[in-house]
């Protein structure tokens, strides 16, 4: 009889197929484990009482990752017979620190210390000496903290700049030092917990609870607990600091044990029931290699697809310094172009469609997807053979706002003359947003009263209700998006004095309405097997939920949904 036990996954990386790899192999237990795109499968003799003492261990040393889903198992027919083959090794990634490691930097205060299945591999890999990290390092960032003063600190996960929480300025996230005070400031569920402290250690968007974090921070707020050696050894120093703000503002000081320290782009994640999103970032699932052999660069400003045998590495562009190719496919809007005679363009939406179907292992099937990450809303085909923009956006053209909204309907020339003369306020909103050339959404945001796109997005959060009021997003018999449409209609709430709260969340229900009702159509048409959603934008909380519930789209497993993902679903253009 042959026991199965099947642990759910969602990632094309295989640091924890190999750490079970190398676990049992220490136990003296013969496995057959296998990885495909939803589980991982580890398969051993059912008598083997060696390995029912191995599961046991196994409970307290095994990373849980973010990418885990349920574990199921069973007990099938048939013998057991060991396979020889060898899993192919993981590339050096960024991880957080594996129980036993994070329990030996405790003992040993070596940051630098930690086993071949965690910790910064890939800085280190890339930084060549060794660097000096002691405890004098670690006082002077905690002594300038707690005077008052903000830092640039050296990590081996790149440089951060930290200061506390009461001296926070510009946009960041809170790093926290332990789960227990995040329970205290945030209301969390299992789920969260369990994410925040898994191996990746993403940044998640969470919801205030106590008074003192909402009157300083607001009502939602990106989080995350330390996730490298520096950090844990700074929180042990800085006794009763439970968390410290992390930013893009200047920094007094540089505490510093390296000239340059590779970085990449944090991982953010959002939950929504069973649903698991990475809405941006590079970590984890950056480097990789893919198994896609055609003689083809993939070149972003950020990342590159490079063949290297019969598979292409996917890393940071500046990791590469030259390579052999016949053609480059480039991301539109790249600031350098490859110096190549046959260099094309490709979009960052074909690039994500493509990538969330190969994520899923559909690669070669049609589909129909929505594209929405800042200002774009588009809708897109792939017939398998061209990803193809069947419905783009209405452009937005800030400086010419005024005179759409007056000849938009029947009727809106009065609202604005009434708006010139009666409103003040509001009328200057749309002045501004003329004058300074705002985006679709920072003008959206100013109209409801608000600063900017991401407190549009907050602004929703709050909503309790149970359904919104509808916002318009098409103007007559046209189904493209009209972003001078959705302004008309929030401008006639505002005159009509609608809770804010309920007419944020409004713009995001009624958009994906829209969206859900036009992806259904296009699918029908087109005969298409899937619908996909792509883009960072989809990740908002009150829009997934709604398109979620509306039409059950596809979206990327263990990459960013958005345009992070583009150079890997190039790949297959």
């Known amino acids: 009889m042959i026991f199965e036990l099947r642990i759910g996954w ?19 237990v013969y496995t057959n484990i296998s990885q495909t795109h939803e589980a991982i499968v580890i398969e051993a003799d059912a008598d ?21 889903g349920s574990v199921t198992h069973r007990v099938k027919e048939g013998s057991f017979v060991c396979r020889s083959n060898q899993p ?20 040993s205060r070596d940051a630098l210390k930690h086993c071949d299945f965690c910790g910064p591999r890939y800085t280190l890999s ?40 009461e001296h926070a300025q510009g946009e960041g996230y809170l790093l926290y030092g332990a789960l227990e005070h995040l329970g205290r400031d945030f209301a969390l569920t299992a789920d969260e917990r369990a994410a925040l402290l898994s191996i990746e250690r993403p940044l998640m968007q969470l919801a205030t609870q106590s008074e003192a974090m909402q009157e300083r921070f607001g009502n939602v707020l990106w989080v995350k607990c330390v996730d490298e050696a520096v950090g844990m050894l700074l929180f042990d120093a800085l006794e009763g600091v439970d968390a410290l703000w992390c930013s893009n503002a200047r920094a007094s000081l540089h505490v510093s044990f390296a000239p340059h320290i590779p970085t990449q782009k944090e991982l953010h994640v959002a939950l929504y029931q069973e649903v698991r999103l990475i809405i941006k970032g590079e970590r984890v699932w ?27 590495r996917i890393d940071a562009t500046e990791r590469f310094t030259q390579a052999k190719t016949s053609k480059v496919l480039m991301l539109e809007g790249s600031l350098e172009v490859p110096p190549h005679a046959n260099t094309q ?17 559909f690669s070669g099937q049609s589909s129909v997807g929505l594209y929405f990450e800042g200002d774009d809303l588009s809708f897109y085909f792939d017939n398998t053979l061209h990803v193809t923009q069947v419905i783009p956006s209405i452009a937005f053209e800030p400086q010419m706002l005024i005179e759409r909204l007056r000849s938009l309907r029947e009727g809106s020339n009065r609202l604005m003359a009434r708006l010139e003369h009666e409103d003040g306020a509001l009328w200057a909103i749309l002045q501004r947003i003329e004058q300074e050339g705002l985006g679709l959404f920072d003008a959206a945001a100013l109209v409801c009263g608000l600063a900017d796109a991401r407190a549009l997005e907050r602004e929703a959060l709050k909503f309790s209700g149970k359904g919104g009021i509808k916002v318009d997003c098409t103007l007559g018999e046209d189904h493209r998006f009209h972003p001078y449409a959705l302004l008309g209609s929030l401008l006639s709430y505002r005159v009509a004095e609608v809770d804010r709260v309920l007419l944020c969340y409004s713009l995001y229900e009624s958009l994906a309405d829209y969206a859900a009702s036009t992806l259904l159509e296009l699918k029908s ?10 883009g960072a934008s ?30 890997l679903g190039a790949l297959t253009l």
Not at 88 to 107: F, I, W
């Open 525 to 534: 048409r087109a005969k298409a097997a899937h619908i996909v959603l792509t």
């Open 286 to 312: 950056t480097p990789c290699a893919v198994q896609r052999p055609h003689d083809t660069l993939i070149y972003t400003d950020t990342l590159c697809a490079v063949r290297e045998g019969e598979a292409h």
């Open 345 to 361: 363009t490709f979009s960052a939406a074909q690039g994500a469609l493509r990538a969330a179907l190969w994520t899923h292992g």
């Open 88 to 107: 192919k090794a993981s590339p050096p990634l960024n991880l957080g620190l594996c129980p036993r490691c994070e329990t030996t930097l405790r003992q």
């Open 126 to 165: 890339l930084m060549g000496a060794r660097p000096v990290i002691d405890d004098a390092y670690i006082r002077r960032a905690a002594d300038a903290l707690l005077g008052g003063a903000s830092v640039y600190l050296d990590t081996l996960f790149g440089v951060r700049t930290l200061s506390l929480p």
């Open 10 to 28: 969602a990632s094309h990386q295989t640091y924890i197929r190999a750490f079970l790899d190398d676990f049992f192999s220490q136990q003296g």
């Open 538 to 567: 989809g990740a908002q909380a009150s829009f997934f939920s709604r398109l979620h519930s509306k039409c059950a789209p596809l979206y990327a497993k263990g990459v960013p949904i958005g345009s992070d993902s583009a150079v």
């Open 48 to 68: 083997d009482t060696a390995f029912a003492q191995a599961l046991a261990t196994l409970e307290s040393v095994l990373p849980y990752s973010f990418f885990m």
